[in-house]
């Protein structure tokens, strides 16, 4: 069974770095093909595609926002985590991670979402 | 502004069939068949329920199916419940160094 789970603050303030953890089981980030991804989505608006990992360290990065993010994965604790420097209260958002296939390169599995809210 | 085009929303009764469309460009949906469809109930993450144009997880009603023309694809479902009432995207590979483009966004009303 494949399960993700973000872990994370609910509330940064404006400028703050945010750190979010994703905690996964049922597959592994050493495997040939496989990666995982961050997707957000802003109150009542459409999903947006920030960062993705490989399981050979390779990376992505949305490029509006390419400059602001990291992405790491420690294969020993299953987890990949994503940190967004400067952060504004436009970037209010719930925060997904998910798993991508590797055939169809679709999100497959996905976990419940962290909602951050940037406020001072 | 997202890079994929989706109606705001549709409507439609039970046991109707409704449409979706996805318009992109040549250098995404007009370029790829990894083009996939995510269904999201109000507080809820979105779940895949179309891969690769028009396939099916495993689990998924044979009520939604998938097609694509030039730089269109689109998402149909038909007989439509209650329970499909619900937040649709589409999304897109648009090249190794952008997995994907998602769609705008469209809410599905059942009348």
């Known amino acids: 069974q494949i399960t993700l789970k973000e872990s994370g603050p609910t509330l940064v303030k404006p400028t703050q770095t945010l750190t979010l953890t994703c905690t996964f089981s049922?597959?592994?980030?050493?495997?040939?093909?496989?990666?995982v991804g961050w997707v957000r989505q802003p109150p009542g608006k459409a999903l947006e595609w920030l960062a993705l990992i490989y399981w050979d360290d390779d990376k992505r990065f949305s490029p509006s926002l390419k400059n602001r993010l990291t992405i790491t994965k420690d294969t020993s604790k299953n987890q990949v985590v994503l940190t967004m420097t400067n952060m504004d209260p436009v970037d209010t958002a719930t925060y997904y991670c998910?798993?991508?296939?590797?055939?169809?390169?679709?999100?497959?599995?996905w976990g419940q979402g962290n909602l951050v809210t940037v406020s001072s | 502004q997202s890079a994929l085009t989706q109606p705001a929303s549709v409507s439609g009764s039970p046991g109707q069939s409704i449409t979706i469309s996805c318009t992109g460009t040549s250098s995404d949906v007009g370029s790829y068949n990894l083009l996939s469809w995510y269904q999201q109930h109000p507080g809820k993450a979105p779940k895949l329920i179309i891969y690769?144009?028009?396939k099916r997880p495993s689990g998924v009603s044979n009520r939604f199916s998938g097609s694509k023309s030039g730089n269109t694809a689109s998402l149909i479902i038909s007989g439509l419940q209650a329970e499909d009432e619900a937040d649709y995207y589409c999304s897109s590979y648009a090249g190794s160094s952008t997995p994907w483009v998602f769609g705008g966004g469209t809410k599905l009303t059942v009348l």
């Open positions: 690769d144009v028009s």
């Open positions: 998910a798993r991508r296939d590797y055939g169809s390169g679709a999100l497959d599995y």
């Open positions: 049922g597959f592994s980030l050493t495997t040939h093909g496989v990666s």
